[in-house]
Each structure stands twice: as C-alpha cells, then as structure tokens.
C-alpha cells in the first residue's frame, strides 16, 4: 500500500516568508509526528499527534512552529517568518496503534527539504 | 534523560567483509531500541528492534543487533555487506510515550 507521503520534496523560501509543509500519513494511522534533520545530523522530534490531538509539542524550536492536524489524517507544520536556522529537511512519520503500543513502529515519509536564503 | 551516541560517523568496509556500527545509550529505566537506515534522499526504514526478550534480535536485509544491558550497548551487525547496503544508520531509544530520540547516525560505504 501507499506510504507516508510528503510535499512539496523541496522548498525554497527568503528569509522572513511562510511555509507549509504537509504529510499525508498511511491511512489508519493514528499517531503522526514530525522530526527536524539539520544537515549531518539524526532526526530531532517536534511534535505528535493522536488522531487530531495534539499530545506533545515539546521539541518545537520556537513559537514560529506551528502544527495542525484538524481531522486526524493529513497534517501541515507551518513555519512563520522563516530563519536560515531552519533550513533543515522536515521528516513525518505515522503509527497504526498510537498510544495503546508505544513501540508500534514509526513509518517515515521521504522528507521535505527546506532551504531559507 | 536517555540519549544515544553512535560511536563512528563513518565507517567504509570492503563488499562482503563484515560490518559492526556501534550504538550506546544511557537511561536509568527500561529501553526500547531501534536501528533505522536511510538511503539517499529517502525517509527512515526500520531495520530491526529490541522491546524485550532475548538479547539478539534479527532485522531486515541480514542484520542483527544485540543488546548488552551491562555495557549499555546496541550493536549493529552484518557478516556480509553489499554494496547496497551503503546508506546512513541510525540508532534510537525510545523517550517518553512515542518520542523517538536519534543519534548522530553513522554513514556506511562500501567499496567494490
């Protein structure tokens, strides 16, 4: 089946711009989350949702980072006044059983590659 | 807090020569641990991963892993490598409800 799907793969954005990033999990999936992965780095989690909840959104950098995922499926992170500090790709990932099996495994999308100027 | 730190941030290996990537971790509590590969512009893949149970745990695509609570240890393992094993691994503990907490990854290249 489909996996976690990602877009755009690639942005460009001038400092100081808005974007979007959006991640459309495996259908049924509860659980989706967002990792940041500078430059020769891991992967550094940002938030998680359970369905539309919101359960954690201590690893967001800063008050410029905002993430939604209204009906429990696709999810967007959204960057305000974008710095060239963000530039990094932004990871999604889902899980089918969320809470009730925190080992679940994590399923990840391709990315997307953000770049500020 | 638990951490991970993959010891080697490359490692170059003849084909079919074995192959060790070495992961530690610190935490005061039980752990669950994963290895993940990521092949060129592509997301995470999970290789393998220790909830519990027995020490040696099998993977995808020939690799295994084993636990060694007393050294606090992960280590990844292959007998034999190929070339398209060449990518970049990471190994992470899980922190909290569902939060994956990566290292530094370690990048693998084979050569012919």
């Known amino acids: 089946g489909a996996g976690v799907s990602q877009s755009p793969r690639y942005k460009v954005a001038k400092r100081g711009q808005d974007v979007a990033l959006r991640c459309d999990p495996i259908s049924g999936h509860v659980s989706l989350f967002w990792y940041q992965q500078a430059l020769g780095q891991g992967p550094e989690f940002l938030t998680y949702f359970q369905n539309e909840a919101q359960l954690d959104k201590s690893g967001l950098p800063s008050d410029r980072f905002f993430a939604e995922r209204p009906e429990g499926s696709v999810s967007t992170l959204k960057i305000q006044r974008t710095q060239q500090e963000d530039s990094a790709v932004y990871l999604c990932a889902s899980s089918l059983k969320g809470l009730a099996d925190i080992t679940d495994t994590q399923y990840f999308g391709p990315g997307t590659r953000l770049t500020v100027l | 807090a638990q951490s991970v730190t993959q010891l080697d941030s490359q490692v170059p290996v003849f084909e079919e020569a074995p192959v060790e990537l070495r992961c530690n971790y610190s935490?005061?509590?039980?752990?669950?641990l994963f290895w993940y590969v990521q092949y060129p512009n592509q997301g995470l893949q999970l290789l393998l991963k220790y909830l519990s149970g027995s020490t040696l745990v099998k993977g995808i695509n020939g690799f295994e892993a084993e636990f060694n609570k007393s050294q606090t240890s992960f280590h990844l393992r292959k007998p034999s490598v190929h070339i398209s094993d060449t990518a970049e691994y990471f190994c992470a503990v899980l922190r909290g409800a569902q939060k994956l907490v990566f290292g530094q990854g370690t990048r693998l290249t084979i050569n012919p």
């Open positions: 935490s005061s509590v039980s752990v669950y």
